[in-house]
């Protein structure tokens, strides 16, 4: 199985003051790490305003930022804990908008390669006990915990 | 089992959209069809669209330009709220056209 969580993409309190900064500073962090190319933010802001990522799931409301595979070096999927919640519009709906409590940020370089890790994003979005784990999280131990074993 | 096609949309036409062909091909699969899946972006639907053979547009994301082809709204697939809704939309689209 490919990896897919590092530490350096588990952020237990990101302060952020709105959707684009979440973006930029945790997109940051991909960059950083080579998991993503240098026009990975940027697309990744143009796409969150054209087709916003927040979702209202049972329990928790998140955003899942991501862009196309020619921004992407390799696949990896980053969880980011809102330090408090930031207004994200939620997908296939403009009208509507969400808290989002928690960032769950996907470098996707090709989603046939990457079903599994597809898979198991999708997983926790509908899997209540996952969420409730996330939620409680309260320190990098704990993410990191979650994220191996609900996305590793 | 009735071979169907199903183009997913969303706004990357790639990742969301992924998500939701892959729950689509298996839960369909439980009611009998065989679906063939292609993923756009709202943008590109009407090129992906000109391959021909499509049954039903399934969106995460709004594609408010008319193609002929019924359109049905796969958000419960990624929420997880309201997959059975989405399924029973796609077939009762499917039964329409091919019967039951």
Same mark, same amino acid.
């Not at chain 1, 696949?75 to 409590?101: N, R, S, W, Y």
């Not at chain 2, 089992?1 to 969301?16: E, H």
């Given at each position: 199985?490919?990896?897919?969580?590092?530490?350096?993409?588990?952020?237990?309190?990101?302060?952020?003051?709105?959707?684009?900064?979440?973006?930029?500073?945790?997109?940051?962090?991909?960059?950083?790490?080579?998991?993503?190319?240098?026009?990975?933010?940027?697309?990744?802001?143009?796409?969150?305003?054209?087709?916003?990522?927040?979702?209202?799931?049972?329990?928790?409301?998140?955003?899942?930022?991501?862009?196309?595979?020619?921004?992407?070096?390799?696949?990896?999927?980053?969880?980011?804990?809102?330090?408090?919640?930031?207004?994200?519009?939620?997908?296939?709906?403009?009208?509507?908008?969400?808290?989002?409590?928690?960032?769950?940020?996907?470098?996707?370089?090709?989603?046939?390669?990457?079903?599994?890790?597809?898979?198991?994003?999708?997983?926790?979005?509908?899997?209540?006990?996952?969420?409730?784990?996330?939620?409680?999280?309260?320190?990098?131990?704990?993410?990191?915990?979650?994220?191996?074993?609900?996305?590793? | 089992?009735?071979?169907?096609?199903?183009?997913?949309?969303?706004?990357?036409?790639?990742?969301?959209?992924s998500m939701v062909a892959l729950k689509i091909?298996?839960?369909?699969?439980?009611?009998?069809?065989?679906?063939?899946?292609?993923?756009?972006?709202?943008?590109?639907?009407?090129?992906?669209?000109?391959?021909?053979?499509?049954?039903?547009?399934?969106?995460?994301?709004?594609?408010?330009?008319?193609?002929?082809?019924?359109?049905?709204?796969?958000?419960?697939?990624?929420?997880?709220?309201? /997959? /059975?809704?989405?399924?029973?939309?796609?077939?009762?689209?499917?039964? /329409?056209?091919?019967?039951?």
């Open positions: 199985m490919t990896k897919t969580v590092y530490q350096e993409l588990i952020v237990p309190e990101l302060d952020a003051g709105d959707a684009g900064d979440a973006i930029r500073q945790f997109g940051a962090r991909f960059l950083a790490g080579g998991f993503v190319r240098d026009t990975f933010v940027a697309a990744v802001l143009e796409r969150e305003e054209k087709y916003p990522t927040g979702l209202q799931l049972d329990g928790m409301a998140l955003a899942m930022p991501h862009t196309s595979g020619e921004h992407v070096r390799r696949p990896a999927v980053g969880v980011a804990k809102l330090k408090k919640p930031v207004i994200f519009g939620h997908m296939g709906d403009e009208e509507t908008k969400v808290e989002a409590e928690m960032l769950l940020m996907m470098a996707i370089q090709d989603p046939d390669a990457q079903v599994d890790l597809l898979r198991k994003v999708m997983g926790v979005f509908t899997n209540q006990e996952a969420l409730a784990e996330f939620k409680a999280a309260g320190d990098f131990e704990a993410l990191y915990a979650a994220a191996t074993k609900y996305l590793g | 089992m009735k071979n169907v096609k199903i183009l997913c949309v969303c706004g990357s036409g790639a990742v969301s959209s091909r298996e839960m369909l699969r439980d009611r009998g069809y065989n679906a063939a899946t292609m993923e756009s972006s709202p943008t590109s639907a009407e090129s992906v669209l000109a391959s021909g053979g499509f049954d039903a547009i399934a969106c995460v994301s709004p594609v408010y330009a008319d193609f002929g082809i019924p359109k049905i709204s796969a958000l419960g697939m990624l929420t997880g709220m309201g /997959e /059975e809704q989405v399924i029973n939309d796609l077939v009762k689209v499917l039964e /329409e056209k091919y019967g039951k």
